[in-house]
Nanobody, 125 residues
Framework: QLQASGGGLVQAGGSLRLSCAAA????????IGWFRQAPGKDREGVSC????????YYTDNVKGRFTISSDKAKNTLYLQMNNLKPEDTAVYYC????????????????????WGLGTQVTVSS
């Protein structure tokens, strides 16, 4: 079970922090990540954490602005989003899957098994 929160309306250049409360699985053996979907577009991988080594991955257009992290004790995933841009506007989803599909495939949404309901992020110009 995954439950995302923290979305909202923010001006360009602002920040938001998304949270995803997880239950029913361990962060030690499940990859966890964030995807987003803008109207009329495919679901896009934003960032994820590999369970085996904790390595983080980002899509190119958020590198340097977004930071993914997790708190295993709280079973919670976070996405700190800074310097937000209007093109970041989307519904953001947290996802999880057993194991890890590798650094070349993590952003393929059909390789993830568990999804939470999304949270809307709107960035105004």
């Amino acid at each position: 079970q995954l439950q995302a929160s923290g979305g909202g309306l923010v001006q360009a250049g602002g920040s938001l922090r998304l949270s995803c409360a997880a239950a029913g699985f361990s962060f030690d053996d499940h990859a966890i990540g964030w995807f987003r979907q803008a109207p009329g577009k495919d679901r896009e991988g934003v960032s994820c954490i590999s369970p085996a080594d904790g390595i983080t991955y980002y899509t190119d257009n958020v590198k340097g602005r977004f930071t993914i992290s997790s708190d295993k004790a709280k079973n919670t995933l976070y996405l700190q989003m800074n310097n937000l841009k209007p093109e970041d506007t989307a519904v953001y989803y947290c996802a999880a899957t057993f194991g890890f599909m590798g650094r070349r495939r993590w952003d393929q949404y059909d390789r993830w098994d568990y999804w939470g309901l999304g949270t809307q992020v709107t960035v105004s110009s």
